[in-house]
C-alpha cells in the first residue's frame, strides 16, 4: 500500500516528510523518495527503506519550506529507484506522486 505526505509552512519540510514516511513504514513498500520546492526542485528517492532514502540524500540540498513524499509498493514496474516515487516531468518543473495505476499513461504522455 502507498502513502503520500505533504508539508506547506515556515519549518524546513525534509525532517517533517521523512517522519510521516517513516511512520508509514509499517504498512509496508519497497521504495521512498521526496521532492523539494527551493527555486528548483530537488527528488531524492531510493528503492528500499526510509533509512536508505536519508541515507541516500546525506549532504545534498534538503532546504525547503515546501514538499511531497511518498512510499511504494510496486504493482506495477519493478521495485527500483527509477519506479520510485516522485516523478519528474521532461522539463523538469513538476514533480507528482500518485496512488494507483495510470491506466491510460500513455495517452497522456
Known amino acids: 500500500m502507498c502513502g503520500i505526505v505533504a508539508y506547506i509552512g515556515t519549518k524546513e519540510a525534509y525532517p517533517i516528510l521523512i517522519n510521516g514516511l517513516k511512520r508509514l513504514e509499517y504498512r509496508g513498500y519497497d521504495s521512498a523518495g521526496v521532492a523539494l520546492l527551493n527555486g528548483g526542485i530537488n527528488i531524492y528517492k531510493k528503492k528500499g527503506k526510509v533509512s536508505e532514502l536519508e541515507d541516500h540524500a546525506n549532504g545534498k540540498l534538503v532546504k525547503a519550506t515546501v514538499g511531497i513524499g511518498h512510499t511504494r509498493w510496486a504493482t506495477h514496474g519493478e521495485p527500483d529507484d527509477i519506479n520510485a516515487h516522485p516523478h519528474e516531468s521532461g522539463n523538469g518543473r ?13 495517452v497522456l504522455k
Not at 513538476?94 to 500513455?106: Q, R, T
Open 94 to 106: 513538476l514533480a507528482l506522486v500518485h496512488n494507483g495505476i495510470i491506466e491510460n499513461y500513455s
